[in-house]
């Protein structure tokens, strides 16, 4: 079982920065790929980037290629989502997910564990 709660969400200017923070409890973090994604209101939940176990592979959303950067510490047992150059569209509840799979960890689907996510408003 692995429990998962996100930080670090707020009010950001346009083309400013917010760092995510996911702190998963159980001993077996460093086991898990580990995903972001996102949910505006009214809309789909959408992949935004994921990151395997050890942290050799990430993935990214077209819309986060450039801008965003996940990373983790299993030292810590947290998942981190660097978010630069915030956009109007950025805004959203955003999610930490782990999941015991290889791949991209695109599809939500995939995922075992989700945290109760963290609001990210961008004023512009």
């Known amino acids: 079982q692995v429990q998962l709660v996100e930080s670090g969400g707020g009010l950001v200017q346009a083309g400013g920065s917010l760092r995510l923070s996911c702190a998963a409890s159980?001993?077996?973090?460093?086991?898990?790929?580990m995903g972001w994604f996102r949910q505006a209101p009214g809309k789909e939940r959408q992949f935004v980037a994921s990151?395997?176990?050890?942290?050799?592979?990430?993935y990214y959303a077209n819309s986060a290629k450039g801008r965003f950067t996940i990373s983790r510490d299993n030292a810590k047992n947290t998942v981190y989502l660097l978010m630069n150059s915030l956009k109007p569209d950025d805004p959203a509840v955003y999610y930490c997910?782990?999941?015991?799979?290889?791949?991209?960890?695109?599809?939500?689907?995939?995922?075992?564990?989700w945290g109760q996510g963290t609001q990210v408003t961008v004023s512009s």
């Open positions: 990151i395997t176990w050890s942290g050799s592979n990430t």
């Open positions: 997910a782990a999941r015991s799979g290889g791949g991209s960890g695109y599809y939500s689907t995939t995922y075992n564990y």
């Open positions: 159980g001993r077996t973090f460093s086991s898990y790929s």
